[in-house]
C-alpha cells in the first residue's frame, strides 16, 4: 500500500511538471504582453527595468529554467500587473475565501445530493420522484450565474434576507455555496439513486434478506456502501473544482478569491501568476484523485488489486 | 408423516412494462419432515418464484395470492396478513433461522465488499444472542463443516478471493448457520464444474441428515435428483405437471413432459445432460395458454388440450398427473 501511494505521489508530481512546462510554453504563446494592456501606461524606463528584471528578452527556455529553481525553492515571483506583490501573498489571501466557500458548497452538494438520491430510490410517491427529477434537471441545464442573480434578486434585493457582498459573516456563504452545489447535487442525487436502486436489485440483497436481515439495515450495511462508490470517484475532483474556486461566483458576490485571479491574470498575461495559480490547480487535482483512489481501496477490496 | 410445509393454490403475477408476468400459476404442494422433495422444471418454469414467495424474498412488483402457506405451524401466506409490516416481521424471524435458501449463483449472491466473516456472522448475530467473538467461533466452525480449509486465515477475505465451488460453500454455510429445519436449495450447483457438483450435492446430503433438516432441492436436472431425493415435483410454465416418489417419477412417468425429460437422461455416460430435449420452446408467460401450458410441445396433444386445462389424476396417493391422457384411459377403461 505505502509503494502504491509514494507511486501515486512520484507519479502526480510528473504529470505537475509537464503541466507546468506546457503552460508555461502555451502561455507565452498567447498574443500580447503584460504591458499591452490600455491601463499599462508605463514609461520605457520603467518597462526596460522590469523586461530586464523578469528577463522577457531572453529565451523560453532559460526563462523556464529560471523559473523553476526558483519555484522549487518556494520562490515564484512577483506579479507583473500588481506592482511589487508577491504572487504568494495574493494567492495566500484569496485562497482562504475560495477555499472555505468551495468547503461550504462541497458539503452542501454531498449532504443535500446523497438525501436526495436516497429518497428518490425509496419512495413510491409520484410527486416526490417529481420533484428530485426537476432539481436535477435545473441542477444540470440552468447556470449558475442565472441562479446566483435569481436568488440576489430574490433573497437580496427584494426580501433583503441575504448580504450579497463579500464572505464577511456565516450569512454570506448560503447563496454563492447554492449557486455553485446545484449542479453538483444534480449529478450526485442521480448518482445516488441509480447507485441504490441497481444495487437493491442485487443478488447478494436478496441473500442478505434470506438471513432475517431488516429491510432498513439490508440497505445501510450492504447496498449503501457499493451503491456510494461511483459517488467518491465523482466527488474528489469535484472538490477540487470548488475549492479553487469560480470566476463567475466569485465576481458577482464581489469575493476576493483566487478563482477571480485566474481569469484576470490570463486576461493581464500575468504571467507568474498564471504559472502559480495553474500548478495550485493542478495539485488539488492531482492530490484529490489519489485521495479518491485511496478512499475507493479502502471501501472496494477489488480495486486495492489493480 | 408431519407435515412441515403445506402450500395451497400458490400464484405470481409480476408487474412488467410488457405486461403482466404469471411466474406461478396454482401451485400446491407439501414437504414431509425428514423428507429431500426435488423440483425439477427447465428454466424459466417458476422454481424459483415458487421458493422466493415462500421465504418472502419477492421484490414490490410481485402480486402474490394464496389459499394456504404454513410452515412449521406458522402461517406464512402473506395473504392472511393485514400489513406487510406485520408479515416481514414474522418473516424476519423465520428466515434464516428455521428456513434458510442456498442460492443459485454462487458469483453474484455474496456481498463483494464485505468480508466473508462478517457475511457469515450476519444470520447467528440476527437471530442469537451469541457476542460477536462467539459469532465468529460459530463461523469459524461452519467453514469446517462445510469443508473449506485452513478458515482462520480465509474468514477475513473477501469473496473474490474464493473460487466458484469455494464460495458455493460458504452461501451453504450462510444457510446452516442456526440449524434450519427447512434447506431450500435453488439449483446449488447449475454454476459449477461438474466435478465439484457431485461434492456439493453430497454435502447438503449429509448435513441435511446429520441436522435433521428438510430439503427442497431446486434443480432443472432430472439426472441430480434421481439419487436424493425422496419425492419429485415436475414443473412446468408456471404450474407442477406431475408429483410423486422418485420410483413412480423414474419407473412409471405418466405427464409426457417428464417422458421428455426421462428421455434424455437414459445414457448415464453422456456428462452433457441439458435439459433440451424437447423441441420448442416453454409458454409466454405473458399470455400463458388457456389450456395444458405443454400443449405446443407435445406430440400427443388432442384438442382438448388447447381449450381447457387438464385435471389433476390421482395415480396413487402420493403420484399425481395433470395430463388429458389419463382421462381418455379412464374413459376408454368405462
Ligand atoms: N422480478 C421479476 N419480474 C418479472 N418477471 C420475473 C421476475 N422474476 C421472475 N420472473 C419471470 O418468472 C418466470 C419464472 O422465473 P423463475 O422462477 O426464476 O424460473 P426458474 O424455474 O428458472 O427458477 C420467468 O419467466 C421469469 O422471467
Ligand atoms: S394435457 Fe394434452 S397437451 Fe398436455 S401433456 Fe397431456 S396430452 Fe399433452
Ligand atoms: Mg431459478
Known amino acids: ?306 | 408423516m408431519d407435515n412441515l410445509l403445506t402450500t395451497e393454490n400458490l400464484s405470481v403475477d409480476f408487474e412488467t412494462d410488457q405486461g403482466i408476468v404469471h411466474a406461478v400459476r396454482n401451485v400446491s404442494f407439501h414437504l414431509n419432515k425428514g423428507e429431500i422433495l426435488g423440483i425439477v422444471g427447465e428454466s424459466g418454469s417458476g422454481k424459483s418464484v415458487t421458493m422466493y414467495s415462500i421465504m418472502g424474498l419477492l421484490g414490490d412488483t410481485a402480486h402474490i395470492q394464496c389459499g394456504k402457506m404454513l410452515f412449521d405451524g406458522t402461517d406464512i401466506n402473506p395473504c392472511s396478513y393485514q400489513s406487510k409490516k406485520a408479515y416481514s416481521a414474522v418473516m424476519r424471524d423465520l428466515c434464516g433461522s428455521r428456513m434458510a435458501m442456498i442460492f443459485q449463483d454462487p458469483m453474484t449472491f455474496l456481498n463483494p465488499t464485505m468480508k466473508i466473516g462478517k457475511q457469515l456472522c450476519e444470520p447467528i448475530l440476527n437471530h442469537t444472542s451469541m457476542t460477536k467473538q462467539q459469532a465468529r467461533q460459530r463461523a469459524l466452525e461452519l467453514m469446517s463443516l462445510v469443508g473449506i480449509p485452513s478458515p482462520e486465515t480465509r474468514i477475513d477475505q473477501y469473496p473474490f478471493e474464493f473460487s466458484g465451488g469455494m464460495r458455493q460453500r460458504i452461501i451453504i454455510a450462510i444457510a446452516l448457520a442456526n440449524n434450519p429445519k427447512l434447506i431450500i436449495a435453488d439449483e446449488p450447483t447449475t454454476a459449477l464444474d461438474v466435478t465439484i457438483q457431485a461434492q456439493v450435492l453430497d454435502l447438503i446430503k449429509d448435513i441435511s441428515k446429520k441436522l435433521q433438516s428438510s430439503v427442497i432441492l431446486i434443480t432443472h436436472d432430472l439426472g441430480v435428483v434421481a439419487s436424493l431425493c425422496d419425492r419429485i415435483n415436475i414443473m412446468y410454465g408456471g404450474k407442477i405437471v406431475e408429483t410423486g416418489t422418485d420410483k413412480e417419477i423414474f419407473y412409471s412417468p405418466n405427464h409426457p413432459y417428464t417422458k421428455g425429460l426421462l428421455s434424455c437422461i437414459c445414457n448415464p455416460e453422456d456428462d452433457s445432460r441439458e435439459l433440451k430435449p424437447i423441441p420448442g420452446s416453454p409458454p409466454d408467460l405473458l399470455q400463458p395458454p388457456k389450456g395444458c401450458p405443454f400443449v405446443d410441445r407435445c406430440d400427443e396433444a388432442m384438442k382438448i388440450c388447447k381449450l381447457q386445462m387438464p385435471e389433476t389424476t390421482v395415480l396413487s396417493p402420493t403420484h399425481l398427473s395433470a395430463c388429458w391422457l389419463n382421462e381418455l384411459t379412464k374413459r376408454q377403461g368405462e
Not at chain 1, 498574443?31 to 499599462?40: A, D, I, Y
Not at chain 1, 425509496?122 to 420522484?129: A, D, Q, R, T
Not at chain 1, 436568488?151 to 447554492?178: D, E, R
Open chain 1, 1 to 306: 500500500m505505502t509503494k502504491y501511494i509514494v507511486k501515486r505521489v512520484l507519479f502526480g508530481l510528473v504529470t505537475l511538471f509537464a503541466l507546468a512546462t506546457i503552460t508555461f510554453y502555451l502561455m507565452h504563446a498567447i498574443p500580447g504582453t503584460p504591458f499591452s494592456g490600455e491601463m499599462r501606461q508605463l514609461s520605457d524606463v520603467i518597462r526596460d527595468k522590469l523586461i530586464e528584471l523578469y528577463d522577457l528578452d531572453k529565451p523560453y527556455h532559460i526563462r523556464y529554467i529560471k523559473y523553476l529553481k526558483n519555484a522549487v525553492t518556494g520562490n515564484f515571483g512577483t506579479s507583473l500587473h500588481r506592482k511589487g506583490a508577491e504572487v504568494m501573498d495574493i494567492i495566500g489571501k484569496g485562497l482562504p475565501y475560495t477555499a472555505s466557500l468551495g468547503a461550504v458548497s462541497f458539503c452542501i452538494a454531498m449532504f443535500v445530493g446523497i438525501s436526495l438520491g436516497a429518497v428518490a430510490a425509496f419512495s413510491k410517491k409520484p410527486w416526490i420522484n417529481g420533484t428530485v427529477a426537476f432539481i436535477a434537471t435545473v441542477g444540470v441545464s440552468v447556470p449558475s450565474f442565472l441562479v446566483a442573480l435569481l436568488m440576489m434578486l430574490l433573497f437580496g434585493v427584494k426580501l433583503g434576507w441575504l448580504p450579497m457582498i463579500g464572505l464577511s459573516g456565516w450569512k454570506n456563504f448560503i447563496m454563492p455555496g447554492v449557486a455553485l452545489a446545484l449542479g453538483p447535487i444534480a449529478m450526485i442525487s442521480r448518482l445516488v439513486k441509480s447507485g441504490l436502486q441497481e444495487e437493491l436489485r442485487q443478488d447478494y440483497v436478496t441473500l442478505a434478506k434470506s438471513k432475517g436481515t431488516g429491510e432498513v439495515t439490508v440497505v445501510l450495511r450492504h447496498a449503501l456502501k457499493n451503491a456510494i462508490l461511483p459517488v467518491i470517484t465523482y466527488a474528489g475532483p469535484l472538490l477540487a473544482t470548488l475549492v479553487t474556486g469560480s470566476f463567475v461566483v466569485e465576481t458577482m458576490f464581489t469575493i476576493p478569491g483566487i478563482g477571480a485571479e485566474f481569469v484576470n491574470s490570463v486576461t493581464n498575461r500575468d504571467y507568474t501568476l498564471i504559472m502559480a495559480l495553474t500548478i495550485i490547480y493542478g495539485a488539488f487535482i492531482i492530490i484529490a484523485n489519489i485521495a479518491t483512489d485511496l478512499i475507493s481501496a479502502a471501501i472496494d477490496p477489488r480495486v486495492r488489486l489493480k
